[in-house]
C-alpha cells in the first residue's frame, strides 16, 4: 500500500524526515510493569488520559490469523485530526480504507493498492464526534483513539485487570471486558497494552492482534488521501455483483 511504503521511506509529511523509531524485537520479560490488579482500573485511566494528549504516526503489524499480517498506519496530529490505514479493511477483506477525522467529520476513503488499483475518494459518514456507522466501520482504528475517552471514563462499565505483557508489547497490559447488561459493550473487549507515556504498544481483540513496529512524531495536520464524493463508502462485507445483462429466448422474427 502506497501510504505504508511512504511512512517506512521517509516518514508521514511534517515530520521532517526523521528516521522511525523502532520497537525492540527482543522478547518482553515474563514480569509485568502492570499495578497490582486493584489498581489497574485507575491505572488504565491513567494511561488512557495521556493517550489522548499523544501526537504521533505510528507503523502497527495486525494478525488476522489468516497468515497474511496487515500494515496499519495510524496517525494523530498535532490539531487533532487523525488518520487510520487498514489494508483489506473494507468489502470483506478485497479493499483498502482509511478512516479519517477531521474538522469537518469523519471519513471513510477508498485506498488504491496493487490489487485493486483505484482512485482514492472520501466520502463523509459523521460528524466530527460521531461514531462510524457500524455498515462502514472497519473497527481497528477504534483501538487509537475511541476507546481512549472510555478508559479515562470511571462510571464507564469495565472490568479491568493487569496482566502480563503480550508478546511484543511494551509498557502495561491490562485485561479489559464489559460489565454491561447490554448487547453492545461500551469497548472491543480484549487485551490493551500502552506505553508509559500512554501511546498504544498492543492490542488482542476479536478481530485480531495489533503490535507497534515503528514510531515518529505526528504531523500538524492529517489531510484526506482522496477528493470528497458524495454517495455510498466502501462498506464492510462483500460488495454485489455486477447485474448481468438479460436475454431473450424468444426466437428472431
Known amino acids: 500500500m502506497l501510504t505504508v511504503v511512504t511512512f517506512l521511506a521517509l516518514g508521514p509529511a511534517g515530520c521532517g524526515g526523521d528516521a522511525p523509531e523502532a520497537a525492540p524485537a527482543s522478547a518482553i520479560p515474563v514480569t509485568s510493569t502492570a499495578p497490582p490488579s486493584s489498581d489497574a482500573r485507575s491505572a488504565l485511566a491513567g494511561l488512557a488520559a495521556l493517550g489522548l494528549d499523544r501526537r504521533y504516526a505510528?507503523?502497527?503489524?495486525?494478525?488476522?490469523?489468516?497468515?497474511?499480517?496487515?500494515?496499519?498506519?495510524?496517525?494523530?496530529?498535532?490539531?487533532?485530526?487523525?488518520?487510520?490505514?487498514?489494508?483489506?479493511?473494507?468489502?470483506?477483506?478485497?479493499?483498502?480504507?482509511?478512516?479519517?477525522?477531521?474538522?469537518?467529520?469523519?471519513?471513510?476513503?477508498?485506498?488504491?493498492?496493487?490489487?485493486?488499483?483505484?482512485?482514492?475518494?472520501?466520502?463523509?459518514?459523521?460528524?466530527?464526534?460521531?461514531?462510524?456507522?457500524?455498515?462502514?466501520?472497519?473497527?481497528?482504528?477504534?483501538?487509537?483513539?475511541?476507546?481512549?475517552?472510555?478508559?479515562?471514563?470511571?462510571?464507564?462499565?469495565?472490568?479491568?485487570?493487569?496482566?502480563?505483557?503480550?508478546?511484543?508489547?511494551?509498557?502495561?497490559?491490562?485485561?479489559?471486558?464489559?460489565?454491561?447488561?447490554?448487547?453492545?459493550?461500551?469497548?472491543?473487549?480484549?487485551?490493551y497494552c500502552y506505553s508509559a507515556d500512554g501511546l498504544l504498544t498492543a492490542a488482542r481483540v476479536e478481530y485480531g492482534v495489533l503490535t507497534l513496529v515503528s514510531q515518529v512524531a505526528g504531523p500538524a495536520t492529517v489531510q484526506l488521501p482522496g477528493v470528497e464524493v458524495s454517495g455510498e463508502p466502501l462498506g464492510t462485507t462483500s460488495p454485489s455483483p455486477a447485474p448481468q445483462p438479460s436475454y431473450s429466448l424468444a426466437p428472431p422474427a
Open 58 to 191: 505510528a507503523l502497527y503489524r495486525l494478525d488476522v490469523g489468516d497468515g497474511a499480517p496487515r500494515d496499519v498506519v495510524a496517525t494523530v496530529a498535532t490539531d487533532g485530526s487523525w488518520r487510520v490505514d487498514i489494508p483489506r479493511g473494507a468489502q470483506a477483506g478485497t479493499a483498502d480504507v482509511s478512516v479519517v477525522r477531521t474538522a469537518a467529520g469523519v471519513y471513510v476513503c477508498s485506498l488504491p493498492s496493487v490489487t485493486n488499483p483505484v482512485t482514492s475518494s472520501c466520502v463523509r459518514v459523521a460528524e466530527k464526534g460521531e461514531k462510524v456507522p457500524r455498515r462502514y466501520d472497519p473497527k481497528v482504528q477504534r483501538l487509537f483513539r475511541q476507546w481512549l475517552t472510555v478508559f479515562t471514563d470511571r462510571q464507564s462499565a469495565l472490568a479491568v485487570t493487569a496482566v502480563q505483557p503480550l508478546e511484543g508489547a511494551q509498557g502495561s497490559c491490562f485485561s479489559v471486558d464489559s460489565v454491561s447488561a447490554s448487547l453492545d459493550a461500551p469497548v472491543d473487549v480484549g487485551v
